[in-house]
Nanobody, 121 residues
Framework: QVQLVESGGGLVQAGGSLRLSCAAS????????MGWFRQAPGKEREFVAG????????YYADSVKGRFTISRDNAKNTVYLRMNNLNLDDTAVYYC??????????????WGQGTQVTVSS
């Protein structure tokens, strides 16, 4: 069982930056690939970024490539999402997810509760 808690969301102006954190419980965090997803009002949840269990491989949706950076600290059981140059389309609830046995966490076994990111003009 893995419990995930996101933090770091908030209100930011377009062009600004935020860093999201996802803290995981349990001693097996390093065995999980991690992903960040988001869901905007009226839209389906979508993949944003993923990182392998070792941190050696990262993956991004085209919409965030070059602006967002995913990273992890296995010693702290935490995965991060640095978001730069935010725009209005980035407004959403952001979720982290954990999946074991894969390189990209596209179908997480565990989800956090989400953190709201709102970008204003």
């Amino acid at each position: 069982q893995v419990q995930l808690v996101e933090s770091g969301g908030g209100l930011v102006q377009a062009g600004g930056s935020l860093r999201l954190s996802c803290a995981a419980s349990g001693r097996t965090f390093s065995r999980y690939s991690m992903g960040w997803f988001r869901q905007a009002p009226g839209k389906e949840r979508e993949f944003v970024a993923g990182i392998s269990w070792s941190g050696g491989s990262t993956y991004y949706a085209d919409s965030v490539k070059g602006r967002f950076t995913i990273s992890r600290d296995n010693a702290k059981n935490t995965v991060y999402l640095r978001m730069n140059n935010l725009n209005l389309d980035d407004t959403a609830v952001y979720y982290c997810g954990a999946q074991k046995g894969v390189t990209i966490a596209l179908w997480p076994d565990y989800w956090g509760q989400g953190t709201q990111v709102t970008v204003s003009s």
